[in-house]
């Protein structure tokens, strides 16, 4: 019978009144063991045209839809037709999440933002793989308030986002811009949040704060110092919620975090940034026992190794790579590199296979089961 739940496939016809109208999607988002949200946006006819440096610029305006999909049955594959009409390009299909311990696959990448021939090849192999949900560490796009760059995005991973649930966390380049709210359903805040697979717990943080929506009337001088304290005291919060979720699981057998920039840094420029981002969350991860926290920002790959703590940086999704210049004591390997991260959780261990862009396996860590 439970073999009968998990191949069953039950199609769900969810009417739009506009569903022959979708430009962007449908894909899946916030899937749970009982729960999942289907997306998908269509484009308005009143688009508005802006003039720049003498040239016309036509900026598309999109309608965002969702349908939330509840009381399902965990562990169970669905498939789903945002028309009704069998078109292939409305349909796609999920698997929730499972409500026991069981082994599961995730994939993780980084800096999706340029090279969009590169992300392509990753979300193409990301596919063969089939991983139950994929995480990106930031950076999704050049310029979170272009609306052109969010078509590229999507248009690159449809075939992926129709079927596997994604879970980013916010970058500097996403300029906390109101797209990504409108584009992604995600837990919490959709700035910070957690969620569960089985015993594992995954939390996406947010290290870039809300500066960018810092109205343009004050000053630059009066800007710096409303941030510096506004931001204080948003880090801060967040830390709490950090610390109150932990807490709260804290029987889980595996905890993974990611966020966008490291905590360890090999890039000369940016170890001192690193090492004061380090200072404020302090040794929360390590006290926690928290085994893997992923990171991008830094183009390349980098695995360092504290406390009994995995810090990744995996940040080779397509934008241009930076060299490694700053070794760092806690560097295990350091590669300049596209990637990304296919990750196995079994009962007592996880694998993380950081494959090339060649399809080449260039590490292996294991992390081990929380006691």
């Known amino acids: 019978m439970r073999l009968i739940l ?8 969810i009417q739009a009144q506009t569903s022959s109208n979708v430009s962007i999607g449908p894909y899946i988002q916030n899937v749970t063991d009982h729960s999942a949200v289907v997306c998908w946006s269509t484009l308005k006819l009143n ?7 003498g040239k016309k610029q036509t900026i598309p305006q999109y309608e965002n839809h969702e ?5 399902l049955k965990p562990n169970t594959k669905y498939s789903y037709d945002i028309g009704g009409q069998g078109l292939p390009e409305h349909l796609g299909e999920f698997k929730t999440f499972p409500e026991e311990i069981q082994p599961f696959q995730f994939a993780v990448l980084g800096d999706t933002r340029s090279r969009h021939d590169v992300h392509s090849k990753h979300v193409d192999r990301i596919i063969k793989k089939n991983p139950l949900f994929v995480l990106n560490t930031g950076d999704m796009v050049g310029n979170g308030l ?4 969010w078509e590229t995005f999507f248009d690159v991973t449809k075939d992926l986002m129709k079927s596997i649930p994604y879970f980013p966390a916010l970058g500097n380049h996403e300029k906390d811009s109101p797209y990504y709210y409108d584009f992604f359903n995600l837990p919490n805040n959709e700035r910070y949040y957690s969620f569960s697979v089985g015993d594992a717990l995954f939390i996406a943080l947010d290290l ?5 929506q810092t109205p343009e009337y004050l000053k630059k001088e009066s800007k710096e110092y409303f941030w510096e304290n506004h931001e204080v005291a948003y ?3 967040q830390k709490e919620w950090l610390e109150h979720t932990l807490n709260l699981h804290n029987d889980a057998g595996f905890i993974f975090v990611f966020f966008h920039k490291p905590l360890i840094s090999v ?3 940016r170890v001192e940034g690193a090492k004061m981002r380090r200072k404020f969350w302090g040794d929360i991860f390590e006290r926690h026992g928290v085994q893997v926290v992923f990171s991008g920002h830094d183009h390349h790959y980098h695995h360092a190794m504290s406390g009994g703590t995995h810090y990744i940086t995996t940040a080779g999704g397509g934008a241009g790579l930076y060299d490694i210049d700053a070794l760092q004591p806690e560097t295990v390997k350091a590669i300049k590199t596209e990637h990304f991260i296919f990750a196995d959780v079994k009962k007592n261990s996880a694998i993380l296979n950081v494959i090339d862009i060649n399809g080449n396996q260039i590490d292996t860590i294991t992390v081990d089961k929380r006691k």
Do not use: W
């Open 6 to 13: 998990i191949i069953f496939t039950l199609l769900f016809s």
């Open 47 to 53: 688009s508005f045209t802006i003039e720049k440096s």
């Open 67 to 71: 349908m939330i999909l509840s009381s």
């Open 146 to 149: 272009n609306i052109h760059h």
């Open 208 to 212: 870039e704060g809300i500066e960018y």
């Open 235 to 237: 880090f801060t919060e």
């Open 267 to 269: 890039k000369k420029s």
